[in-house]
Every structure is written in structure tokens, then in C-alpha cells.
């Protein structure tokens, strides 16, 4: 290991206007006392900001500095936003990652299957009332509709309706306004398709809530997921008394586009 060490720092020398950097790695034990020297030191001054050994204020002297297999926090809740399950997959949990992506599936399926549904409804309800009730309410609000759907008629609507709600609007008779159910059980018909299309789409938007709460849910597994990743990166290179290494090329650096990185043992 010494010998290996040498060479690469002969090389450093000779290469010296070359870009390249070699960087050793302190052990977890090192770092651990440097900081806690470094944290008592900034307690006492509070004009200099704290920094190990390791920091910089220029971020390319901190490029990748993260051992090798560290999983980015951000990442992890990036790619569960985009789609619950890849954060998980991002972060090694592929089990987890499954659950999350049948669940986004079966989720727009049942968004798609309501929402279908209620347009077939709605295309029934509208086609009903023009063939029973002689209304034309394609493309009305759904007040006009309602009131189709509970008066007669609009005389019935005009005479009873504004009676007990005089702020109501009267509704002249004219070929848009008007409606006349011959029955009751046609009006209640009538009623019966246009409640399952709005049940309909109040199901498809809630599959929307549903949606939204899985990618929240899952954005949350996978930082924990990656959070739990990395600390048990932490802890083998902890008990390792291997070194690892760790290659790295930065092309846009100004300093140093190559580094090689040691991480030592105990």
C-alpha cells in the first residue's frame, strides 16, 4: 500500500501542470475527531464559519466527494415525484419500488375507467332528456340541468321554484329553456343517469387524491430509503480496513477534470 502510495505521488510531482488530483481520505475515526475539534473551534469564533477538512468554499473542490454507491437524497424524491417506485428502484429497493408502481398504475386505470364512464353517463342523460322531456341541455350549466331533473316542467320551475327562491331566475319559454317530462318515472330515469355520471367523475377525481398521496408517500420511502442506504455505506467502510477507491472525471473543472480518491480503513 505505501509503495502504491509513493508512486502515485511521484507522479503528482512530475505531472504537476497536468489536471489531475489525488485525494486521501481520512477514516471515519479521523474525521470524526477533526470535526468535533473543528465544531469546538467554531464555538468560540462567530465571525468564521465552520468547515472540515475536506470542505471548500469552491464546489469543485467538494466534486464528488461522496463515496462510492452514495445515494443523492434529492434524487431519491425526484424520481418518486415523477413516478412513485423510483426513488425505490433508484435507492435498491426493488420490492418496495413494485408496490409503489402497481399502485400508480391500478390508480390511472380507475382514473381512466371513471372518467369514461361518466361521459358515457352524461352522453346518456343528455340523449334521454331531448327524446323524453323534448330539453336540449348539451353544453348548459349544471343548475339548468338540476332543474330539469327536479321540475316538470318550466312552468312548474317558474310557478313553484321562484316562489319558495325568489332571487331565482325566471326562465322564459323559449325553445332553449324548455322541458316537459310526460311521466315522473322518465324525470326520475332522467335523475338516476345524471347522478352516476357525476358519482363517476367524483371518483376520478379522487384517484387524482390518490395519485398525489401515493407520490407523496412514496417521495417520503425513498429518502428514508436512501438515507438507510447510505448508512449502511457509512458503516462498512467503518469496520473496513481495506482502502477503497473511487475514479472520477470532471471535464468543465478548471483545477482538476481527473481525481482519484481514497478512502482508507481504520
Not at 390511472?108 to 340523449?127: H, Q
Not at 322518465?186 to 401515493?214: H, P, Q, T, W
Amino acid at each position: 500500500m505505501r509503495v502504491f502510495l509513493t508512486l502515485l505521488s511521484l507522479l503528482l510531482i512530475v505531472n504537476s501542470t497536468a489536471a489531475f488530483g489525488l485525494e486521501l481520505k481520512d477514516s471515519r475515526i479521523d474525521r470524526a475527531m477533526k470535526q468535533g475539534l473543528a465544531e469546538a473551534s467554531w464555538r468560540n469564533s462567530v465571525d468564521e464559519p465552520f468547515k472540515t477538512e475536506n470542505e471548500s468554499d469552491n464546489p469543485d473542490d467538494n466534486f464528488n466527494q461522496q463515496p462510492p454507491g452514495h445515494k443523492s437524497l434529492f434524487k431519491a424524491a425526484l424520481y418518486s415525484a415523477i413516478v412513485p417506485g423510483g426513488g425505490q428502484l433508484y435507492v435498491g429497493s426493488k420490492k418496495t419500488a413494485r408496490y409503489f408502481l402497481a399502485a400508480e398504475l391500478v390508480t390511472w386505470i380507475g382514473y381512466a375507467s371513471f372518467k369514461t364512464y361518466a361521459n358515457w353517463k352524461e352522453d346518456d342523460y343528455i340523449r334521454y332528456a331531448a327524446v323524453h322531456a323534448n330539453a336540449q341541455i348539451e353544453g348548459r350549466s349544471e343548475e339548468f340541468i338540476d332543474l330539469v331533473g327536479f321540475y316538470s316542467d318550466i312552468h312548474e320551475y317558474n310557478r313553484l321554484g321562484r316562489a319558495f327562491d325568489p332571487e331565482r331566475e325566471f326562465l322564459p319559454d323559449i325553445p332553449e329553456n324548455h322541458w316537459l317530462w310526460q311521466t315522473e318515472a322518465e324525470r326520475y330515469n332522467f335523475r338516476d343517469l345524471k347522478n352516476r355520471s357525476r358519482e363517476a367523475d367524483r371518483r376520478a377525481e379522487f384517484m387524482i387524491g390518490v395519485a398525489i398521496i401515493d407520490r407523496v408517500i412514496s417521495v417520503i420511502d425513498a429518502v428514508r430509503g436512501a438515507r438507510r442506504a447510505n448508512n449502511r455505506l457509512k458503516g462498512s467502510f467503518a469496520s473496513s480496513d481495506k482502502p477503497a477507491y473511487k475514479f472520477s472525471v470532471n471535464p468543465l473543472s478548471p483545477r482538476s477534470q481527473i481525481r482519484l480518491t481514497i478512502y482508507t480503513g481504520h
